[in-house]
């Protein structure tokens, strides 16, 4: 006689662990599914580009940047300074995607993982040589400064920090070197600077240069502004008649000459601009400049129309640029807007004096995993 229970029958319901154990290798089966179809169609480069470009530009600008400032406070203790140039950064990305599956009859038990590694190397070059101390050391071509000049930089700024001489003007020369002991002329070029400064504002002068490198200034009459234009004249021994006046690079004993500082020199004038701590003179390890009575001199006087780089013991809040040198933090504010045009100021002169120069020395590779 058979046995009913064990009969199939096509309308009986499948018992409710088979349905289960089904329905789950569904679920399974299909996930892994979608997994492996994102696996193949997901793409790591665009999304990596938008993430990390802007952040691997920032880091370099910023860290270039605290190079710079770090090399400043060097000069001003008469340290070395020394410039190191990220050649190149490299980014690769690895994606994995795993997942298995075990006892699908039973609990059913579904494991997925992914991972995504990001493997960067950067390339570090030392930026010496011969020819880049060269570079440093040169004077500023009159060109480059009449380029920034026609690019719409103020002229004051620029003679501030590029020129150190102008006919019978001196622009305290000796701070383009170590921090003199004595107090240096500066008075008659900083109005002379000014006074350019206002004739630039309503295009009453120019600098371009000659077919030979010199510089010629030009000036353009204006009835509003004509004692300004006849001080400019008598203080370049200029004829009242004539509006154009070549400086050559040389210094002669007869003639106008202009003479421009090094980049090196630049950075040693903006040097003389940092605010040294009390205890730092007390130690010895600067030069205390004194003026004709022996007091300190305030370099501010010749600098602070232009930079302030200030320090404090603490690492300070807000700051655009912040080195730590000796204890203490030497920084520019982010709300300095005087101070941070003249930093990329001599970023770009620099720029401009070594961007031919092939970098030597060592490449020193350091792998970020």
């Known amino acids: 006689m058979r046995n009913k229970s064990n009969t199939y029958h096509p309308l009986r319901k499948r018992p ?76 690769r990305y690895t994606m994995n995607y795993n997942g298995n599956v075990r006892d699908v009859t039973g609990a059913g038990t579904l494991t997925l993982g992914g991972s995504l590694t990001e493997s960067p190397t950067v390339v570090y070059r030392p930026v010496s040589g011969e020819q880049f101390i060269r570079e440093l050391l040169s004077p500023i071509p009159p060109e480059n ?52 400064r206002l004739l630039q504002r309503t295009r009453s002068v120019e600098i371009a240069t000659s077919e030979n490198g010199d510089a010629i200034l030009r000036i353009f009459p204006n009835d509003s502004l004509f004692d300004e234009i006849r001080q400019i004249k008598a203080t370049l021994q200029m004829d009242e008649t004539s509006n154009e006046l070549i400086l050559n690079q040389v210094r002669q004993y007869n003639g106008p000459w202009m003479r421009t500082r090094s980049p090196i020199g630049v950075m040693q004038f903006i040097a003389q601009s940092i605010e040294v701590p009390q205890e730092h003179y007390n130690l010895g390890i600067v030069t205390d400049t004194v003026d004709t009575n022996g007091e300190r001199f305030n370099w501010d006087r010749v600098t602070g129309r232009v930079v302030t780089i200030s320090s404090q013991k603490e690492k300070p809040d807000g700051a655009f640029l912040s080195v730590p040198y000796r204890d203490w933090w030497f920084y520019i504010p982010d709300s300095d807007l005087n101070s941070k045009t003249t930093f990329s100021l001599l970023s770009m002169l620099i720029s401009m004096q070594s961007g031919r120069i092939e970098n030597t020395g060592v490449i020193n590779t350091i792998s970020l995993d």
């Open 16 to 91: 409710p662990l088979a349905d289960a154990s089904l329905k789950k290798l569904h679920i399974l089966f299909l996930s892994i599914s979608i997994v492996f179809t994102l696996s193949n169609c997901a793409t790591v480069g665009p999304p990596s580009v938008q993430n990390d470009r802007v952040q691997y530009n920032d880091a370099i600008v910023r860290t270039n940047d605290e190079q710079l400032l770090l090399n400043l406070v060097r000069l001003r203790y008469r340290d070395s300074p020394f410039f190191l140039s990220v050649q190149n950064v490299t980014s």
């Open 145 to 196: 400064i009449a380029l920034l000049a026609q690019s719409g930089w103020s002229i004051e700024r620029i003679l501030l920090l590029c020129v150190q001489g102008l006919n019978n003007l001196f622009n305290a020369p000796s701070a383009s070197g170590p921090t003199p002991d004595i107090a240096p002329l500066y008075e008659e070029f900083s109005e002379f600077a000014s006074t350019l």
